[in-house]
Nanobody, 124 residues
Framework: QVQLVESGGGLVQAGGSLRLSCAASGRTISAYTMGWFRQAPGKEREFVAGIRGSDSSTVYADSVKGRFAISRVYGKNTVYLQMNSLKPEDTAVYYC?????????????????WGQGTRVTVSS
């Protein structure tokens, strides 16, 4: 079992930055594919960014390319999502998820473990 706990959300003005953290426990996640997803009010959850367990390659949704960066710190068993140039449309609850050696990082249904989410609000 893998437990995931997100943190780092909050209220920020448009153009600002936040760094979300996803701390894992229970198992070492070095070989796990980690994904960040978000769900805005009244909308379905969507993929944001992912980092593969096989080679640490990264994938981003078009809406966040060039603004967000996902990374992992092996010694801390933690994955981060650095979010820059935030926009009001980035407002959502952000979730991290984990799946051992998943290749299709965008595939929400394939993830085995999920955190409880952290809320990000971007004011205009």
């Amino acid at each position: 079992q893998v437990q995931l706990v997100e943190s780092g959300g909050g209220l920020v003005q448009a153009g600002g930055s936040l760094r979300l953290s996803c701390a894992a426990s229970g198992r070492t996640i070095s070989a796990y594919t980690m994904g960040w997803f978000r769900q805005a009010p009244g909308k379905e959850r969507e993929f944001v960014a992912g980092i593969r367990g096989s080679d640490s390659s990264t994938v981003y949704a078009d809406s966040v390319k060039g603004r967000f960066a996902i990374s992992r710190v092996y010694g801390k068993n933690t994955v981060y999502l650095q979010m820059n140039s935030l926009k009001p449309e980035d407002t959502a609850v952000y979730y991290c998820a984990a799946k051992f050696l998943l290749d299709r990082v965008e595939s929400e249904s394939q993830y085995d473990y999920w955190g409880q989410g952290t809320r990000v609000t971007v004011s205009s």
